[in-house]
């Protein structure tokens, strides 16, 4: 029987804890922030599995460091990290590699940017400015003025946004229209890979895909046929063979790990999948959607990862591209969310079974909101829509308080259409 440590906090890390403790061959799953609180939790009769969620102990080298001491990581190494830690560096991969991309500039400093943004003919509707390290998922910017284009660059290149992340550098991508998917890809050692099944991410807080952008509202899977075909799915299976196969050859494989491509069904192209980003993590809320149903299908969520991490891979006989299950979750977040959500909120309905229905904890402290993204609500089901009902199901979507005998809280805020892409076409 092994354990299992998972580095990280939220969403993202409760489904993994739950998919990879449901497996027979696991004895005891911890998750925590901390490194060595964690080890010291673990009966460390055997060096147990590290699974690391959030990307900056990967960028920081953690998974090197633990391999060096013996243990099985499901983590890249510091190396392959910096695709997601500079968007510039990923540019470079992807043009050597011949993998689709928007055409991207990569500038240095405030004057190229400058003459970039006021270079005659150019539009700010035509491109999107990127800040080139970790923004927490929030460095991106579409101007719709070449006033907030110069704003927006200004302040990257002088370190007033995002943290400071890309006060050396900023990217000018072109701007693509299409559908956006999210495909999470394990990676073994050399050409070993699986492409989990695709999701789709609603970011925008308000249904109809409107309000502010947001880590995640919300996510749906397998995405169907009728939003990405067997063509495009090849294609998609192609960028992901020359991306590999790029990393390599630029001198920073990624191994014993994820990739994580954010596609765009790009108009401009005719509708093959263009790469907008590249992670090395489980992505979040798609990790929420996926391993629920990766558990539906059969699938040994633990048996995965550690043949990934121990560079022999172990694909499942299932065919990821073609399940016969689906899955769709919902994010219960707080009012005011996400400039200043509410707190202290209690959470009712936690506890509950509700069928075919996983609750995934991430901003809650002692039964009570201590978050933006309070917890996730995932359903599975035959067909999409069954999954949907379920999901909805749970959630004490008319706030009848804690005698609904569902899952809710006062200032919840969530949204009904999750899904509306594909259900449009069931």
């Given at each position: 029987?092994?354990?299992?440590?998972?580095?990280?906090?939220?969403?993202?890390?409760?489904?993994?804890?739950?998919?990879?403790?449901?497996?027979?061959?696991?004895?005891?799953?911890?998750?925590?922030?901390?490194?060595?609180?964690?080890?010291?939790?673990?009966?460390?009769?055997?060096?147990?599995?590290?699974?690391?969620?959030?990307?900056?102990?990967?960028?920081?080298?953690?998974?090197?460091?633990?391999?060096?001491?013996?243990?099985?990581?499901?983590?890249?190494?510091?190396?392959?990290?910096?695709?997601?830690?500079?968007?510039?560096?990923?540019?470079?991969?992807?043009?050597?590699?011949?993998?689709?991309?928007?055409?991207?500039?990569?500038?240095?400093?405030?004057?190229?940017?400058?003459?970039?943004?006021?270079?005659?003919?150019?539009?700010?509707?035509?491109?999107?400015?990127?800040?080139?390290?970790?923004?927490?998922?929030?460095?991106?910017?579409?101007?719709?003025?070449?006033?907030?284009?110069?704003?927006?660059?200004?302040?990257?290149?002088?370190?007033?946004?995002?943290?400071?992340?890309?006060?050396d550098v900023i990217n000018f991508a072109?701007?693509?229209?299409?559908?956006?998917?999210?495909?999470?890809?394990?990676?073994?050692?050399?050409?070993?890979?699986?492409?989990?099944?695709?999701?789709?991410?609603?970011?925008?807080?308000?249904?109809?895909?409107?309000?502010?952008?947001?880590?995640?509202?919300?996510?749906?899977?397998?995405?169907?046929?009728?939003?990405?075909?067997?063509?495009?799915?090849?294609?998609?299976?192609?960028?992901?063979?020359?991306?590999?196969?790029?990393?390599?050859?630029?001198?920073?494989?990624?191994?014993?790990?994820?990739?994580?491509?954010?596609?765009?069904?790009?108009?401009?192209?005719?509708?093959?999948?263009?790469?907008?980003?590249?992670?090395?993590?489980?992505?979040?809320?798609?990790?929420?959607?996926?391993?629920?149903?990766?558990?539906?299908?059969?699938?040994?969520?633990?048996?995965?990862?550690?043949?990934?991490?121990?560079?022999?891979?172990?694909?499942?006989?299932?065919?990821?591209?073609?399940?016969?299950?689906?899955?769709?979750?919902?994010?219960?977040?707080?009012?005011?969310?996400?400039?200043?959500?509410?707190?202290?909120?209690?959470?009712?309905?936690?506890?509950?079974?509700?069928?075919?229905?996983?609750?995934?904890?991430?901003?809650?402290?002692?039964?009570?909101?201590?978050?933006?993204?309070?917890?996730?609500?995932?359903?599975?089901?035959?067909?999409?829509?069954?999954?949907?009902?379920?999901?909805?199901?749970?959630?004490?979507?008319?706030?009848?308080?804690?005698?609904?005998?569902?899952?809710?809280?006062?200032?919840?805020?969530?949204?009904t259409d999750i899904g509306h892409q594909?259900?449009?076409?069931?």
């Open positions: 029987m092994g354990e299992v440590l998972i580095l990280g906090s939220g969403g993202r890390e409760a489904a993994l804890e739950q998919a990879i403790g449901a497996s027979d061959e696991v004895e005891r799953v911890v998750t925590t922030n901390n490194l060595q609180e964690g080890l010291e939790r673990l009966s460390r009769h055997e060096k147990p599995l590290v699974v690391v969620g959030p990307e900056a102990p990967l960028v920081a080298g953690i998974a090197d460091e633990l391999r060096a001491e013996g243990y099985p990581v499901f983590g890249v190494g510091k190396e392959a990290a910096r695709y997601e830690a500079s968007k510039s560096l990923a540019v470079r991969m992807m043009r050597s590699a011949g993998v689709l991309h928007p055409a991207t500039a990569i500038v240095e400093n405030w004057r190229t940017a400058e003459r970039y943004i006021n270079s005659p003919g150019r539009h700010p509707l035509s491109y999107v400015i990127k800040a080139d390290g970790l923004a927490g998922g929030k460095g991106v910017v579409l101007p719709q003025s070449r006033f907030e284009a110069l704003d927006a660059a200004y302040g990257m290149l002088r370190g007033k946004q995002f943290g400071g992340v890309s006060h072109d701007r693509h229209h299409g559908p956006e998917i999210s495909a999470m890809v394990v990676v073994g050692d050399t050409d070993e890979f699986i492409i989990l099944p695709v999701a789709q991410d609603h970011k925008r807080r308000d249904d109809g895909d409107e309000g502010p952008n947001t880590g995640g509202m919300g996510a749906y899977a397998p995405v169907p046929r009728s939003i990405m075909s067997e063509q495009q799915y090849g294609q998609l299976q192609e960028s992901v063979e020359k991306t590999l196969a790029g990393m390599r050859a630029f001198g920073a494989p990624l191994e014993r790990g994820l990739l994580y491509g954010g596609f765009m069904l790009s108009e401009e192209e005719g509708g093959k999948p263009v790469v907008i980003e590249y992670n090395v993590r489980f992505g979040d809320p798609e990790t929420q959607v996926i391993m629920p149903l990766l558990q539906a299908a059969g699938v040994d969520v633990y048996r995965l990862l550690r043949s990934a991490a121990e560079g022999s891979l172990e694909a499942p006989t299932l065919d990821m591209s073609q399940l016969a299950v689906s899955a769709l979750t919902v994010c219960l977040a707080a009012e005011g969310y996400p400039e200043s959500p509410v707190k202290g909120d209690r959470i009712w309905g936690l506890g509950e079974h509700y069928p075919n229905v996983t609750v995934q904890p991430a901003g809650i402290k002692d039964g009570k909101t201590a978050g933006g993204r309070v917890l996730y609500v995932t359903g599975t089901g035959t067909t999409l829509t069954e999954a949907a009902d379920a999901a909805y199901a749970a959630i004490d979507t008319q706030h009848g308080g804690p005698e609904s005998g569902k899952v809710g809280f006062p200032s919840m805020q969530f949204r594909a259900l449009a076409h069931a």
